[in-house]
């Protein structure tokens, strides 16, 4: 857990091009996802869905590269030597789901912000019919549609939201390896 918070101490000030920085992205997702009654594990991933930013600098390959370097996909990875899949699936699929959403909701796609639209680009466009129906077809379809709202919304300047910390019980309940001293 030190690990992690300790990732998101050093790179939370940076911006990849959204009005906020990435410490109040991910608080702000966290909070939405509590106070939308979301369960422990969904709330733990949309707190940690941004980590793969954070890893070999995913997080500037759109901006200053304009590649896609698959921050979910990396993400997902890291946090699966620690967490469930009801942690992890949603984080690797929360770019999915923007794809798929831009697919079936009229106005999704015009309502992203800038670098979010920016990145729909290089991660693929909106889905196909075939690939928004095999999407919704996955078991934790639905809880990443729910993180990617809460993606979405999480971009407020001056939010005043529950500080990183205040996440240490409920990701520490999650973790499937403890270590044993």
Known sequence: MDEIFAIFEKFGSLH????VSQMEHILQCGHLARIDGASDELIAAALLHDIGQFIDD???AAEQLGVDARHELTGAAYLATCFPETVTEP??????????????????????????????GLQGGPHSEQEAEDFLALPAARDAIRLRRYDDMGKK???????????RPLLESLLRYRRTA
């Open 91 to 120: 984080v690797r699929l929360h770019v999915e789901a923007k794809r798929y959403l831009c697919t079936v909701e009229p106005g999704y796609h015009e309502a992203l912000s800038h670098a979010s639209s920016f990145s729909l």
């Open 16 to 19: 990849y091009g959204e009005d």
């Open 157 to 167: 300047r001056d939010w005043d939201v529950p500080e990183l910390e205040s996440y």
């Open 58 to 60: 995913a997080g500037n």
